[in-house]
């Protein structure tokens, strides 16, 4: 019972995902062939509020709830990161759907998003398995 707070997150955040339609097909298909600004909007507003959420937290020295301290580490690029990026955004263009919304289309009927949710467990699970024989 002390975890129902997610999950009342989790299905407001799939009616929002619904209801601004990216988690729709055709809404996905429009970005990647460049016929609609709707999806590149929504995009861009997060990696806005992200901009600006961790600027606050960094200027303002913010904490948890619990108190500590949120501790924002630089990351090396390495290759993977180009390459773990293309194979993603092939899966998103050929899926229609990237990991976060996979939950909220499901919810909402499209029974081919079980089928994607397996293949993302499945790739997740390849990555873990794989992961120290990869190069960086």
Request: net charge positive; charged share 15%.
């Amino acid at each position: 019972m002390k975890n129902i707070k997610y999950l009342v997150l989790g299905v407001l955040f799939g009616i929002i995902l619904t209801k601004s339609e990216v988690i729709s097909w055709f809404r996905i298909q429009e970005m990647f062939r460049f016929q609609a600004f709707h999806m590149y909007g929504v995009i861009g507003s997060a990696i806005v509020v992200g901009l600006i959420s961790i600027q606050l937290i960094k200027r303002n020295h913010l904490k948890t709830i619990n108190g500590e301290e949120i501790k924002l580490a630089d990351k090396q690029y390495n290759h993977g990161t180009w390459i773990g990026g293309a194979i993603f955004g092939l899966g998103w263009a050929l899926t229609g759907a990237c990991p976060g919304p996979l939950f909220a289309q499901l919810g909402s009927g499209v029974a081919a998003a079980a089928v994607m949710i397996l293949a993302a467990l499945a790739g997740t699970w390849t990555y873990s398995a794989l992961r120290e024989k990869l190069p960086l």
